[in-house]
Each structure stands twice: as C-alpha cells, then as structure tokens.
C-alpha cells in the first residue's frame, strides 16, 4: 500500500494513550490510519460527520472511531469520543511519530565560526549556518537550507529542504517550516522620488512564536523598521505572502495562498481561507473568518464571518449578471422616473410613515 | 541574436518529418523559428491566426506555415498544414531538441545507501538522493535538488534546480519539473480543540502520472491518508496549489497562480485559467473550463465554461457600480412600492399568466 | 533592541549628506532610525503623515525629519525637507550600508569551465555556475544559487538564497534579487492537438534591465521565441508571475502575488497592487494604477487608476447583496411591466426630452 510504516498497536493500547471508550476487543491489531472508504484490516478509520454514514456501513476498517452519539451506528469494534477527528489527529500523531534523523552535521554542509549547533542536532548536506546564528537542542534542518548570520532556531525545530531564514530572524520551539519557504528577504519598502524608486533598507526581523507552521514555498517579509510577528500557534499553509511590519496573532490559521499586505495586524484564533486578500495598514479583531478568496479592504472590530465571495457560473449566466450590473445605473433611473410618474403611491408611501 | 544555437535544417527535410504541403524550394534554410514579426532570413514563421495577416505580409521570414486555407495569402515559401500552431510546436521541437547533459553523478551530490542512480542518470551538484529512492534511466536532475527517501521518478524525467521532491512520492516517465517547484510537503491538516491546532500526519503521498509538466515554484501537497493524484498528461503552470487528496485527471492544464483545495476532483481534460480558485471536496466533471481569476465554489456537473469575473474599470465608474450594488436591496423595496401602488399594472400581470 | 548595528552618525553629518534644514545641535548622536512610536534616545524618526502628529507628540526619539510646513509641529531636534519619507529612505541606506561579504569563490561552490567570475564577486557555499556564464564586478550571490549556461548577471548585482537563473537569460546592473525567485524557466507554451498538449520549446529569454528589484519566489517565464523583458527601475514584490513574452515599462512597481498573464505589455511607471492579475496579449498605457486583486482583462490605453474591488462585508449582508445580484433579472423584467402598466408617467417621460 502508498502508506508509510507505521507500526502495530493494539485497539486496548490505543484507548489507555488516548482516551475514549472501547468498545470491542483491545487485542485487534491496528498498523495504520485510513478513510472508511479505503480501510481494510489492520486500519483505524473515523466517521467525522454523520453524512458518511453510508461509508460507514461499508467500511472494510477493523475497527472505527466514532462520536459518542453514534455508539449504535456500526457493529465494528469502536471507540467512542466526543470529538472523533481530533482523536483521528491524536491517533495518527501515535501511529506516525516524527522520524528525527540521526543528529549530526553533514560533511557537506557549511558551519561559519561563531555558529551554535548543538550536538543533538541534524543539519543536512548543503546546508549554510551564517556566523552567529544558534540553533537549538534537536533541531531538524532539510537539506539545502540557508540560515543567515545571527538568526535563531527553537528547539525541536524542523525545517524541510531549501528553507531560507534570512539574518537575525527568530523561530521559535517545535516550529515546522516546509521546503522553499522564504522567512525574512526584504519588505516590499520603496520611496518615489521623480518617477523613480528608491529604496528604504529593510532593518527588522522576522520573530516567529513557539509551534508555528510555514507552509511550502511561503514568504515572510522582514520588517521595515519595527519587526514582523508571526504568534505562538500559528500555521501557515502554503504559497501565503505576509508583508513587512505585520502581525499575526495567535493560533490564527491561514489557508493556501493567502495574503497580508503591510503593517496589518490580524488577531488570534482567526481563521484566514484561502487565496484572501487583506490590505496593508489595518486591524482583524480576534476569532475573525475570512472566507477564501475574499478581499479585506478595512479594518474588522468585530468577530464573524467576511466574505465577498462571487461564485463561478455558466459562462452564459453570468454574462447576463455582468449586463444587469453594468446597466444598474440606468435602471435605478427608469425606477426614479416611475417614482415620479406614480404621484398616488409615493403619497401612500409617506403617509405610511 | 537571442536565441539558442538551432542547427541548420531544409525546409524539405522539416516537410519530410513533420507533413505538410510545402509551396517552395526544399532546399531553403532555416536556422529557427520566429514570429512574424521578429522574423528574417533563415527564420520558420507561422500564421496562428488570420487576424495576423497584415504581418504575414510585412514578414522577413523565409519561409511561413500557414492553414491549407490560406494558400494564396502570401507568396513566400510555406508550408500548408491542418494547425499551423501544432507544426509550430512540432517543428520547435525538431530545431530545438533537449540538451542533456552527460550522464553521471556530479561528485558533490550525495547519494544515500540503497538509492538507485541508472548510469543514464545526470545528477547534479548538491543534489541529494534519500535512501531507497529510484530514478528511472536517462533522468536529469537540475542542481540543489532534494529526492526523498524511498521516492520514485520515472525514467527520461527532467527536474529544473532546487526542486523538491518528499518521500514516498512518485513521479511518472517523461515528467518536466521546473525550478523551485515542492512535490509531496504537508498537506494542510489540523483538528481544532480548545482554541489550538492539533497536527494531523500527513501519510499519502503525491502521485503523478506520465508525461505531466510542473511549473516553476508550484506546490503539490501530499495526501492526508490517501493519495494525492496528478495523472498522465497534466500540465501545470508556475505557482499553481494543489491541496491535499486532490486528484487532477489526465490532460487537464491549470495556469499559474491557480489553486485547488483539498479532496477535490478535476475531470480529464479540464482548461483552468490562470488565478482561478477551486474549492476544496468537490468535483469538476471532464471538459470543463474554468476562466481566469474565477472561483468555483460547487461541483461542476456538466462541459462547459464557467466564471466570474469582474473586468477592471475606470475608478469612478467601479465606484458607482459598487454603489448601485450596495443600494440593490432599496431599489428593489422601491420596486415594491410602485408594484403596490400601481394596482392596475399589477392586476395587468395576473391576467396574463 | 531589535534592529542591525547601524553605525554612529552626528545629525549635522546626515544634513549635511543629506540635506535639509537642522534645527537643533548638529553633534546630536544617531545610532539608528525608527518609528515614532519605537523610537528612543538615538534614533532618528520621521513625519510621513500629518495624521501621526499626535504620536510626534509623545514621540522619545532624539530627532525627526518632517515636511517645510511642520517646522513647528515639535520642539525636538529636527531636519526639514521637501518629503519627510524620501529623506527617510535616504537616511536609512546612509545608516544602513549594505554589507558585502569577502568576495571570493567558496570552495563548495561549483563553476564549469568557459564561466566568467571576476575576483571581486562573492559566490556562496553550493552554487553552481554553468558554462559561459558572465557575473560582473562585485556581484554577490548567496547561497545555493543557480545560474545556468551562457546567462549575464551585470555588476553589483545581488542574489539571495537559492534564486535559479536559467540558462542564456540576461539580468542589468545593480539588481536584487531575493530567495527563492526563478527567472527564465519554460512559459507554458501548448497546442492541443487531439485532446492531448504539445509543449513548445520556450527559446527565448529574460532581459531583465539595470536597477531592478525582484522579490522572494517571484517567478518570471523566459519567452517562447522573443524574450520577456523587465525595464530599468522595476521592482517586483514577492510571489510574481510574470508569464512569457511580457514586457514591463521601466519604473512600474507591482505588489506581492501579482500575475502578468503572457505576451502583455506593461507601460512605464505603472503601480499595479497587490494580488491583481492581468490578461494576456494586452496593453497597459503609462501612469496605470490597477488596486489590488483586480483583474484587467483588456486593454488600457489611458493613464489612471482601474479597478473592480468587492470588499469584503460581514456574511449576512454579502448573501442579501449576492441575492439581490442574481436577482436583477427579474428585478429589470418587474419595472418593465410597471412601465408599461404606467402609461401616463411613460408619455409624461418622453414629453420631457
């Protein structure tokens, strides 16, 4: 099968580590994790939502774990939770643990004088370590990365291949940074001058918190003067773009492809979709949704969810949508001009006042 | 001039190998291919359009292809065709075959026990092999790459430098990798639980068919339990997002910057245009195209085009448009009104139903 | 504190480098530049705005720049000049020189032989430059960088981490070029023949002009059979797109995740924000401002500022707005029937022309 060796635990084992209430045999032999859909023996599966119930019937799994409510929804050996993909993630997190490589500094790689790395850590091939910059105990680091003079690494930090952490940029404990993310090149800073551009060197930092992630190819930009913040918690996913001088605030999850221009401050326990947009120079309040795709153009003071969202169409549909958009202005007239040619019922309507 | 060193082909050699009616001596030389425009002697050019044919007539090219209907558009030597747009392609591979370098491991590549590197294989410097990786024969790595443990890339494939590739992906035979690109990292997968982000292990892997192209700095994420599939003939552009669990069906192209979220499923054949979004645990049938910028937000059952796309106009004019927009739920209240007030329009429009 | 050791500088030197008008003790000691609010003995801040004149107020700092017309918005040391945030910019890169590091080549960098690397040019730990390659004076490159056969990086120029510049592409003097960017891998060039894509060689190349700026994994396509070209002065942010064959004016500024879509022509001192995207095979005049996320889809011929933003609101009222949108159809079918039902105010309407 396409999964990785995980190793064999047993149903009782799992449920003394995690929790919950078994119900059926704790000798059965759980080796991995897997949807209903593609369980078989040996698997785990969960039922997340009682819409997969149909899947449920079906599944080859050897046992499942589900909600406590759904106690009578299958004869399979099952563990009963109150949140049953939380206890997904639990279980996986057991039957997957981080494979650390052995520590060590790879002969290949680059360590400038003045450097920290201690023992415990794994540094890989083609890695450069600029002068000054520590890396704490445990530390994880991918093959062909860069760490920039005086910058900073957590302990129990991981960092995938070709990660570049740009000069005296901080990254907190148990950080998780996947391969070409890009953590403190210059802001995006420029002053016009005579039609020309000149450049504002960029002086902060970047200052990660304890147990962020950084997706695939992610960019944070240093921070002008002052520093850009990313909280303890926080994950990024991939291909997202933070600006100069932001701040996001903690546990804050922000999908694939999102963006932050300049000097925002987004509060915590926001929840930012994919590919939105939030415009530099303004303020999120906590537990903020934006949805995917949407433009945030002004501050937000209260929490909810914000969306601007124009959902695709047949291409003939919205055609006509566009037409009455544009034509808009003329029908607001044509109403106007009726208002005034219907003297009776604009009477009524001020009277009813 | 600009571009790489062609060799010197006849044009009725290109007519042997590729087909077509060739109006012209056979003897003529053509060095490279040229747009009408930038063309001159010893230049191949093409007429992909009629709306280009005031620069067929202008062109310096020596010789043009042209569609069998356009026979008589110029007296130039040419060369009549079905597509002159596919005979481009064809006759720019002809004049521009692969260069690959010579095979071999470049001495500071690291390899790890239990890879196999065919002798085919060029592998370049600070490329690093993980244990149990296999690349298939006569592939060419690019410089930097990073090949993970137990990974697979099928022979005559091409990866750009600094691309990233995650253990236990697999890449099919003939697959074109560009630069920066990240296949098989996370996907994006937390559980929420008290106000925190609980890490889901991402176990599947990434996937991907025969004969697919990869843009430069794209991100494939690999699957959360299952896998995540790319199939035969896919083409990706620059900075495309693939979520986690996405399956992209054969011959399908995604312009760059789009994204598609986790567990969807495009159909064959499907043309998404540039920034257009997809969200996430839907489906896309086959043949449907996408616009650029657009957000698909619910399956697509059937063919066709869809979209939504707000053209850029002048300021003022989208200031008003907004407006009129934000003002619809008045106007159709004042719309009401007048309906109430006119009763014998309103008693007009029973009637006739 | 936070910030890089800028090196001590009396106030009267930085007038007298920079100009302006002091008003306060020129032996005032400068170690570094900050915000008005971050700012405390030592640093020099500054006035962009007449907003922040409240914290100009409170601010700690030993000296401000400001605007002719606030000479007397303080009683603190301070220069005055024509524009408070060029001055800025200025003073910053007077405190804040760039560092180059030692030039020389590191011994774990890779140069083919027919490569030109002059002896004051600093090459980085795990670069490879290709055969017949061409850096100028003083070039930096950091890293983990590629640079590919036959490709010119003019003098002064800088490249962080891991950048790939594929073969034969052309960069000017003085660029800056961050983590992570691509610049010349294959424009996605396809005829679809049978259901199935052709890929056309992509033989053109990136041109890119003096004084440039291009941001952390902005990727820019080498052109089909011209080139892609980036005039003198530009500056890309991060996360670009720009496909092949486009050409952009010099002095135009584009934001982070902008996307030029192929064969586009962008004029000269142009500002195109954040996250737009612009169409393929058109034309932007010179002097266009395009907002952010908004998507130009044909030409523009005239100077100003294009847009088509959909700010973001709380949900409820975006699904009334998007109700009322779809809506508009039978809203326009609804006020024709009260015209026709209203005879008299329709006469009335046309005796007023």
Redesign the interface.
Known sequence: M???H?RMHRLGDIVAKLGGELLGAPDIEIR????LE?AGPGDLSFLSSAKYLDRLRDTRASAVVLGKAQRAATKLPRILCD?P??Y???A??L??PDERPAPGI?P?A?VEAGAQVPESVAL???C?VGRGARLGERVVV???C?IGEDAQIGEDGRL???V?I???CVIGKRV?I???A?IG??G??????A???????Q???V?VGDDV?I???T?I?RGA???TVIED?V?L???I?I?HNVRIGA?T?M???A?V?GSTRIGQ?CAIG??A?I?GHIEIADHVT?????????S?RSP????????????RE?A???A??????R??K??G??????K???K??KRRK
């Open positions: 396409t999964q990785s995980s991995r994790l897997a949807t593609s949140d993909y939380v997904y993630a639990r996986a997190q039957l997957n790879h290949q680059v890989g091939p083609f450069h991918g093959p062909g860069v995938g291949p070709s570049t740009y000069p005296r998780l996947h391969a070409g890009v090149a210059d995006f800073g420029l002053a016009p001058q039609g020309r551009w000149i450049k504002i060197p002086t902060g930092r200052v992630e997706g695939a190819n960019t930009d003067l002052d520093d918690g994950k996913d991939n291909q773009q600006g546990h999850a999908a694939a492809c963006g221009a326990h994919g590919a947009r415009m934006v949805t995917a795709t949407t433009f945030v153009t002004k937000i909810g969810t914000y969306t601007a969202v124009l959902p695709a169409e047949p291409g919205w006509r949508t566009i009455h958009l544009r034509g808009l202005e029908l607001s044509r109403v001009e009726l208002e005034k040619g219907s009776p019922s604009a009524k309507r």
